[in-house]
């Protein structure tokens, strides 16, 4: 059963942006905490941003800080990473993931994670 699909992924050019979308279906609904993970090709899987909703604070990486903000559409299930500024560097497959219990939003182990999605491609061109 599909829990979480991603999608906006896109080729744009450096400096566009791009808004990544993350819905969330079946037990991932219940989920504490989401959060966008990327992993360029030959590196490790990184932790961009989480957030914990209602009026549970946020995480965000400081490579993508203050170009990057994360959010989410309660009624819709849905929760959004709101790229600006963009570099080749942060060129990746970005993937979307939530867990049930409680953990701190700063967790970048993927297996603290309960959920993930397959992934959207990120490429940004200079």
């Known amino acids: 059963q599909v829990q979480l699909v991603e999608s906006g992924g896109d080729l744009v050019q450096a400096g566009g942006s791009l808004r990544l979308s993350c819905t969330a279906s079946?037990?991932?609904?219940?989920?504490?905490?989401m959060a966008w993970f990327r992993q360029a090709p030959g590196e490790e899987r990184e932790l961009v941003a989480a957030a914990r909703w209602p009026f549970g604070g946020t995480y965000v990486a400081d490579s993508v800080k203050g170009r990057f903000t994360i959010s989410k559409d309660t009624a819709e299930d849905t929760m959004y990473l709101h790229m600006t500024s963009l570099t080749p560097e942060d060129t990746a497959l970005y993937f979307c993931?939530?867990?049930?219990?409680?953990?701190?939003?700063?967790?970048?182990?993927?297996?603290?994670?309960?959920?993930w999605g397959q992934g959207t491609q990120v490429t940004v061109s200079s």
């Open positions: 993931a939530a867990v049930v219990d409680w953990i701190p939003l700063t967790t970048g182990a993927s297996d603290e994670w309960d959920y």
């Open positions: 079946g037990r991932a609904r219940g989920s504490s905490a």
